[in-house]
């Protein structure tokens, strides 16, 4: 009788089996957890992608996984699922584009006819670029021919653009994916309604046989001309002269005028702040981002700018990025280097703060605690890089920024070496957790090495609560940084919350970010006290602050 109790025992089973009565599913780790409801994991696919898999299941896989989910999505209501597509691209609160655009295209593919004509409708909302509109085409050619309702969508994308927007695109965003804007004019076949439109549309498919040393007469077309003399200019004072005159892209440079300080110094005004973002290494090595000038003036001041950052949907892992390959001082690729600035390295550290809006304080007790198990040392956010550990240390600061009364632990699970050399952490309970001293008055970068030294281990979500129950601590809410991929313990992490619920007679909630975007989470969906987010969505830390405060 006594195995009988033990093997239906309900406040405490190991992980490796599911709670008796739950609906509990193995997770790729081989670990029970709760699945996600289909509409919180598109949610969790939009923001986090499939790129790069996850430490468990490898890229093919995970985005076939999350195709299953669209697909479902769209089955059960399709405008609904166009419509979440959209407001979360157009929101910029993914740090890529590229699964709302897949998702749009299967929408416009597999949809039924109200479906297909809201997808293709939104085109313009999602693909808000020419970059975003190869990868749709890609996409649309994969899953669907080339109808004409899918004709129609591409022609209005380029037929309903303001003409001077047009010939931008068309300079900026010249190629991707094997696509080209001629490929897509000759697909599409879109109505020129004008004379002027017409002879933008007959540069981009066929070119202009000569271009002449005077500028276009039509000021409409003087942009392309421009365009067209600056891969031929021979010095750096011409392609300086086009750039300040016609205000070129940084992409219409050649790149042999790439190195050139004086080349940068033009296009920094009128650089976006993603460009801005992406080529900091790229000024700096060339001199231009030097101590007190005039331009790291400038991009501080850009930086700081709380508006612009979400009007340019600056999303806060490209922040992030751009602060650990610059502190790096070098690229991940290719032989550029550079000494980082002090002063820059400040200014993108205040600015990831920034790009998460205005976070308010609950003035409650939190435990942030940190998953930082192999799993989450072998994941990478969104297939960009920093790792899923690496982020949750980020994001968990977002959070510290704003309040008083918390504190941050790390853990992985039992055994020896995982986090520390094995000795006891707290009473009885096994190795495996240890509080974390950091805060936001360290800088990122620091933060981010700290936690990417950390060694490895399983994973045992239950030890934050087991922690805070044998330490004596009052805490409010625990906030779990997780891919949910927990295995390890001897209790779930369920059963550990309630567990410290009843012994402390404190009503504690639990916050589960996803860090991956797995179908599975270690929060009971019956329990209202208990919350799913997605990491690094810039509305999360709010959204915590927000059910946090909730009676």
């Known amino acids: 009788m006594s195995k009988i109790y033990q093997l239906f025992h309900r406040k405490q089973v190991t992980q490796s089996q599911p709670i008796p009565g739950s609906n509990q599913k193995a997770n790729h780790a081989g670990g029970f957890a709760w699945e996600l409801n289909d509409w ?34 769209i089955q059960a209501d399709g405008l609904r699922t166009v419509a979440r597509i959209a407001e979360i691209s157009e929101a910029g609160r993914a740090p890529k584009n ?45 899953f669907r021919g080339w109808g004409r309702g899918l004709r129609s969508a591409v022609a209005a994308w380029y037929g309903d653009k303001p003409l ?80 300040t005159e016609y205000a070129l892209p940084w992409e219409a440079v050649p790149s042999q ?18 460009a801005t973002l992406r080529n900091l290494g790229r000024m ?73 809006g205005n976070v308010e304080a609950t003035g409650k007790r939190i435990m942030l605690a940190l998953d930082v198990s192999g799993s989450m040392g072998g994941t990478q956010i969104a297939g960009m890089a920093l790792t899923a550990r690496e982020g949750a240390a980020a994001m968990a600061l977002v959070t510290a920024n704003v309040e008083t009364d918390y504190i941050v632990t ?42 990417t030294n950390l060694p490895f281990g399983g994973t045992d979500c239950a030890l934050p609560m087991l922690y805070a129950s044998q330490a004596g601590l009052a805490i409010d809410v625990f906030v779990i940084y997780t891919d949910s991929e927990t295995w390890a313990g001897s209790i779930h992490p369920v059963q550990a919350l309630q567990a410290y619920r009843q012994n402390t007679g404190i009503a504690a909630k639990l916050v589960v970010v996803g860090m991956t975007s797995t179908g599975f989470t270690i929060a009971d969906p019956n329990d209202p006290g208990m919350m799913d987010v997605v990491g690094f969505d810039p509305a999360t830390p709010q959204a915590i602050a927000e059910f946090v405060k909730m009676a």
């Open 40 to 73: 919180q994991r598109l949610d969790r696919f939009l923001v986090l992608g499939s790129e790069g898999g996850t430490y468990y299941v490898a890229e093919r896989a995970l985005t076939l996984e999350n195709a299953a989910v669209v697909a479902r999505c």
């Open 98 to 142: 590229d699964p709302a655009i897949f998702a749009l295209a299967m929408a416009a593919s597999q949809g039924d006819e109200a479906t297909r004509k809201a997808a293709l409708q939104a085109l313009p909302r999602v693909a808000r670029i020419g970059t975003h509109l190869f990868h749709f085409m890609q996409y649309a050619g994969q």
């Open 164 to 243: 001077d927007t047009l010939v931008y695109q068309s300079i900026k965003y010249r190629q991707r994916d094997g696509w080209t804007h001629r490929d897509a004019l000759r697909l599409a076949h879109p109505k020129a309604l004008t004379p002027t439109a017409n002879e933008v549309y007959h540069w981009i498919t066929q070119g202009w046989p000569g271009i002449g040393d005077e500028p276009h007469p039509d000021p409409a077309l003087r942009q392309i001309w421009a365009f067209e003399k600056l891969q031929r200019a021979a010095s750096e004072s011409e392609v300086t002269s086009l750039l």
């Open 257 to 274: 005028w790439l190195a050139s300080a004086a080349v940068w110094d033009v296009l920094l005004p009128r650089l976006p702040l993603t």
């Open 284 to 356: 700096t090595a060339n001199g231009l981002l030097a101590p007190r000038s005039e331009a790291i003036r400038q991009v501080i001041d850009r930086l700081a700018n709380e508006k612009a950052l979400r009007s340019a949907r600056v999303h806060p892992l490209a922040i992030l990025i751009a602060l650990k390959t610059y502190q790096q001082g070098h690229g991940e690729k290719g032989s550029l280097a550079w000494q980082p600035a002090r002063e820059i390295v400040d200014a993108l550290d205040r600015a990831f703060y920034l790009s998460f």
């Open 410 to 451: 790390i853990f992985s699970s039992a055994g020896k070496n995982f986090i520390g050399n094995g000795s006891k952490r707290f009473g009885n309970t096994p190795d495996g957790l240890s509080t974390f001293d950091i805060s936001p008055r360290q800088r990122l970068d620091d933060v981010i090495r700290r936690t």
